[in-house]
């Protein structure tokens, strides 16, 4: 037989099958095995759900985040930028700049039907806000025909929902630093008709934006003609801080020019270290897998000794005995990562109906917007991560067969039969 037979030959298969199907006797065997390949597989599963909701919360997160605040704002140090047209013309002319958007940004009190709170007002002319797809294309029917002249507003659906408005109806909002008086600096108070809503997805800026045409923001704000902020978007965000350097060379030295890097880097950080700390909490699992596949074989390599000691009396090789172990370990840890790699795609694929089945047979709000900013539940996969799960699980499935495996092969056929 050893001259004969090449390694993996198909009676090697045969009989690391053959062992790996439940007999009465052996039962205890099986059932390990059998945890051994769930465990794996949910090992995998979870590991690529978990990964592929991180990266679409991130990525969700970070596209919103920086289109509503841009990639690089441009501000001036001693108050508003007053040629700002000047000043657009020149960041646009450098190559990797997509836009140079002039805003009127200010916080004021909104209040309608009863109900106040605070909202951002961003004022930006009707050309502006409809190259911002990201919320002209989320536009009620109708809003861009109706966002002109001095009294319109555009506003986020939640805060239209909050208070019970529509468009047509009003809205008023209260400037801290209104008219200067003989008594003073009053607020200014003013009442905007609603031209239409807009709903991004994203719970905080569907609740606190409003915006109005920038001409009237300039004289709501009193910036006269004037704007207090420069909205550069460049092709790569990840490159905003040498895109920043750029821009500065060509500004006057009294702007100050700043990246999404500069205020967010401490928020997406902590998300890529989360990200990271449950890779490695999750791996446990898989590892508490492996685990139960060198107990499971080592108990059948105990229970197959005389089989063990038959075949090398028969000719086969230590090497023969090992792959045999090998293949049967191997076959729990392959069949474990198949299995959990279909549940985690398919997983992945239909997460947001598997959360709206779970809402509606629970009656319980999972992934609350209100609280994870975001109206669905994002999940993108990334190939990188995916392939290093199964690799790492087929890794730790490989290292735990060697023991076991490399016992069988050891075996001594005379202590073997001795005590049969």
Request: hydrophobic letters at 50%.
């Amino acid at each position: 037989m050893a001259s004969k037979t090449r390694p993996f030959a198909p009676f090697e298969w045969m009989i690391a099958l053959r062992y790996l199907r439940p007999k009465r006797k052996e039962a205890f065997v099986s059932v390990i095995s059998i945890i051994s390949l769930v465990g794996i597989g949910l090992g995998v599963a979870t590991l690529i759900i978990v990964m592929a909701v991180m990266n679409g919360f991130r990525h969700e997160l970070q596209s919103r985040m920086l289109g509503f605040q841009g990639h690089i704002t441009v501000r001036g140090d001693y108050g508003n930028i007053t040629d700002y047209d000047a000043v657009a013309a020149r960041i646009r002319a450098l190559p990797g700049v997509v836009s140079v958007t002039p805003t009127v940004d200010g916080q004021v009190m909104a209040t309608a039907s009863g109900v106040s709170g605070g909202v951002q007002v961003r004022g930006l002319t009707p050309e502006s806000l409809k190259a911002f797809t990201m919320v002209s294309k989320s536009l009620s029917d109708g809003a861009m025909e109706h966002f002109h002249g001095g009294d319109s507003v555009i506003i986020g659906s939640r805060l239209a929902d909050q208070m019970r408005l529509v468009p047509g109806m009003k809205i008023t909002l209260i400037a801290p630093r209104g008219n200067i008086t003989p008594f003073g600096v009053t607020p200014r108070v003013k009442s905007y008709r609603i031209a239409g809503t807009f709903n991004v997805g994203m719970s905080e800026y569907d609740r606190l934006f409003v915006f109005m045409p920038l001409e009237e923001a300039q004289d709501y704000f009193n910036t006269g003609d004037s704007v207090n902020n420069l909205v550069v978007m460049v092709k790569d965000a990840d490159q905003a801080g040498t895109f920043a350097n750029a821009i500065a060379k060509v500004l006057s030295p009294t702007m100050r020019v700043s990246t999404w890097l500069d205020t967010d880097s401490t928020f997406f950080t902590a998300l890529q270290t989360e990200r990271a700390v449950m890779f490695l909490i999750l791996t446990l699992i898989i590892l508490v897998a492996a685990l139960n596949i060198i107990s499971g074989l080592y108990m059948l390599v105990k229970n197959k000794s005389a089989d063990i000691a038959i075949l090398r009396t028969m000719g086969a090789t230590r090497g023969a005995i090992m792959r045999i172990f090998f293949v049967a370990g191997m076959s729990i840890g392959v069949l474990g990562t198949a299995t959990g790699f279909a549940i985690g795609v398919l997983f992945c694929d239909n997460i947001e109906s598997i959360r709206q089945f779970l809402m509606r047979m629970t009656g319980v709000s999972l992934f609350d917007p209100t609280i994870y900013f975001l109206s669905h539940m994002p999940a993108q996969m990334d190939p990188n991560d995916v392939i290093a799960v199964v690799v790492m699980s087929l890794s730790l499935s490989f290292l735990a067969t060697l023991y076991p495996s490399w016992r069988a092969a050891s075996l001594d056929p005379v202590e073997a039969l001795r005590y049969e």
